[in-house]
């Protein structure tokens, strides 16, 4: 079988007392766009930087393309296309000139492929960097991931600043890689983004991995929104009683909730309290499931 694309065993990284990577364990498979989610501060740039060798695991092992992200960093640098987060350009050059000194890095570009790059994502690369917009920055920075065509992209927070026709031509760019066969690692806080792009997505809490599914799975699980409307008014309090239920608001004889769980069990607990004489239901949308995940975190820290 061929090597996978990006393993992590156990990778924990602590900071002293800050766990900002807790025993990951994660397999990333070849032509997928894998969704790497997670609010500010969740883990998500330690962990793509832990297992790129910029930092050292306090435990744990990983490879990406089946090789050793320490022992074997230069040689993955051949195989890869990086944007990290918070990607250094230098002022002075221009957008041709700092595609110029990393293509040299890595030993020439073929030059059609940036320009095929600059004219989709609207990129211009005579100015000097220090004078673009952030937005417009970024789009360099995309260029120098995408331009040695890699087997495996490792994108942290790709879209920052993108007005939304670039960031679409940038899907498309990531969906056409996926197509060829070659595999995307997109870390994000944009649930709207990777909802877009991603066949599968991790969630990232607290340095762990709190969710690894498919993203019809995600939306499976999700608690669904009910809509209910009894013959006569009714409280709040006897709707939170029922298990699964939560998040009420009342309107006359109208109630809104959230619920997770079996809808035959709502019903039957529904029909034993109220008369009910319309009911509707609706998915939650990916933030609302991400919520579920995150919903605790006062509690747990
Ligand atoms: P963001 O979206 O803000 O980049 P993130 O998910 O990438 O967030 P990390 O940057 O990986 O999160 O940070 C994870 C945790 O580790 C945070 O609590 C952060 O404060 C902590 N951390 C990161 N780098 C260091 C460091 N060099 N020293 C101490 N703590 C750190």
């Known amino acids: 079988m061929a090597n996978s694309p990006m393993l992590a065993e156990g990778l924990t990284k602590h900071y002293g007392d800050v766990k900002a990577l807790c025993e990951l364990d994660l397999e990333v498979s070849a032509g997928e766009i894998f969704g790497f989610l997670g609010p500010n501060g969740a883990g998500k740039t330690t962990m793509i930087r832990t297992i790129l060798d ?27 296309g990086y944007l990290p ?13 700092t595609l110029t ?33 952030s937005g417009n ?17 490792i994108m942290d927070e790709p879209s920052t600043g993108l007005d939304p026709l670039v960031q679409s031509e940038f899907h498309r760019i990531l969906q056409e890689i996926a197509a060829e066969g070659r595999t995307v690692f997109l870390s994000s806080h944009t649930l709207s983004e990777v909802q877009l792009v991603a066949n599968r997505v ?12 498919s993203l ?8 669904r929104k009910i809509d209910l409307t009894f013959s006569a008014p009714v409280d709040a309090a006897s709707l939170e009683q029922i298990s699964g239920v939560r ?14 769980g079996k809808m035959v069990e709502l019903l039957e607990s529904l029909a034993g309290r ?22 605790d975190d006062e509690t747990d820290k």
């Open 202 to 213: 991790g969630i990232i809490r607290h340095g762990r991995l709190v969710a690894l599914e």
């Open 274 to 295: 109220h008369d009910v004489v319309d009911i509707g239901t609706r998915e939650a949308d990916l933030d609302e499931i991400f919520l579920t995940y995150y919903r």
């Open 247 to 260: 998040d009420v608001s009342i309107s006359g004889d109208k109630a809104t909730l959230s619920f997770e």
């Open 101 to 133: 000194f990393f293509a040299n890095l890595r030993g020439g570009v073929d030059w059609s492929i940036v320009d095929d790059l600059a004219e989709r994502l609207n990129a211009d690369l005579s100015k000097k960097v220090g004078n673009l917009s």
């Open 85 to 97: 987060s918070d990607i250094t350009l230098y002022p002075a050059l221009t957008g041709r000139d």
């Open 216 to 223: 019809e799975e995600l939306r499976s699980k999700a608690m």
């Open 54 to 80: 910029e930092i050292r695991p306090t435990a744990g092992r990983s490879t990406i393309l089946g090789l050793k992200s320490h022992e074997d960093s230069v040689e993955i640098r051949r195989h890869i």
């Open 137 to 153: 920055r970024q789009k360099v920075g995309l260029i120098q991931a995408l331009m040695n065509e890699p087997e495996l992209l």
